[in-house]
C-alpha cells in the first residue's frame, strides 16, 4: 500500500533561518506531489506541485522554493524565514494530475518561525 | 474560478443525533469531489472520495451525495459519537486542472 512521510512533526526557527521540509512516497511511483499551508483560522492554500523529477510549479509568490530530486521525494525549503511562513505544511500526493483518484495527506509539520 | 463553501463553520450537536454537512461549490465541471477529517494539529484522513459520475459514496456511518447540477455535496453521520468530533473538509478536483480546492472545513463538537 502507498504511505506518505513528512518530517519533522513539528518545527521551531528563528526569523531569517533557512528552512527544509522533506516528503516522501512510498509504494507507488511517479506520483504528482504538492504541498499546501494551512494558515489559523484560514483554509489550505497550494504552494507547489510537481509531476515529476525537477517539475516544479509555483502556485504563489512566496519566499519558498520547492524541489523534486528523486520521483518520489518532495522539498519545501527557504533561504530565510519570515514570521508569516508561520503555518502548518501539508504534502499530498495524487496518481493522476487530475486528481481524479482522489488525494492522500501526510500528518503535517507545524512550523513557527520566532 | 473554482469556490467551495462550508457552512456552518462550527456546529455542536449532542451525542447519537444524525447529521449533515453541507458543502457547496460554484463550477460543477468536476472530476471528483472528496470528503476529509482533520483532529486539531493532525494531517487530512481522505473519509470518502466521489467521481463526477456517482451521486453517493458510503463508508460505514458515512454516507455522502454528490449533486454536481446543483453544485452541492452533503456528508451524512449517521449515530454521532464524541470520536466523531474533529474539523470536516469538503474538496474538489477541478475539471480543468489539478489544483485541488478547498473549503474552510466545518468544526463538529459531539457532547456525550
Known amino acids: 500500500s502507498q504511505t506518505i512521510h513528512q518530517w519533522p512533526a513539528t518545527l521551531v526557527q528563528p526569523v531569517g533561518s533557512p528552512l527544509s521540509l522533506e516528503c516522501t512516497v512510498e509504494?507507488?511511483?511517479?506520483?504528482?506531489l504538492y504541498w499546501y499551508r494551512q494558515a489559523a483560522g484560514r483554509g489550505l492554500q497550494l504552494l507547489f506541485y510537481?509531476?515529476?523529477?525537477?517539475?516544479i510549479s509555483s502556485e504563489v509568490p512566496q519566499n519558498l522554493s520547492a524541489s523534486r530530486p528523486q520521483d518520489r521525494q518532495f522539498i519545501l525549503s527557504s533561504k530565510k524565514l519570515l514570521l508569516s511562513d508561520s503555518g502548518f505544511y501539508l504534502c499530498?500526493?495524487?496518481?493522476?494530475?487530475?486528481?481524479?483518484?482522489?488525494?492522500?495527506f501526510g500528518s503535517g509539520t507545524r512550523l513557527t518561525v520566532v | 474560478k473554482q469556490e467551495v463553501t462550508q457552512i456552518p463553520a462550527a456546529l455542536s450537536v449532542p451525542e447519537g443525533e444524525n447529521l449533515v454537512l453541507n458543502c457547496s461549490f460554484t463550477d460543477s465541471a468536476i472530476y471528483n469531489l472528496q470528503w476529509f477529517r482533520q483532529d486539531p494539529g493532525k494531517g487530512l484522513t481522505s473519509l470518502l472520495l466521489?467521481?463526477?459520475?456517482?451521486r453517493e459514496q458510503t463508508s460505514g456511518r458515512l454516507n455522502a451525495s454528490l449533486d454536481k447540477s446543483s453544485g452541492r455535496s452533503t456528508l451524512y453521520i449517521a449515530a454521532s459519537q464524541p470520536g466523531d468530533s474533529a474539523t470536516y473538509l469538503c474538496a474538489v478536483t477541478p475539471g480543468a486542472n489539478s489544483k485541488l480546492t478547498f473549503g474552510k472545513g466545518i468544526t463538529l463538537s459531539v457532547r456525550p
Open positions: 466521489i467521481q463526477s459520475s456517482q
Open positions: 509504494g507507488t511511483s511517479n506520483p504528482n
Open positions: 510537481s509531476v515529476g523529477i525537477g517539475q
Open positions: 499530498a500526493w495524487s496518481a493522476t494530475r487530475s486528481g481524479s483518484g482522489g488525494y492522500t
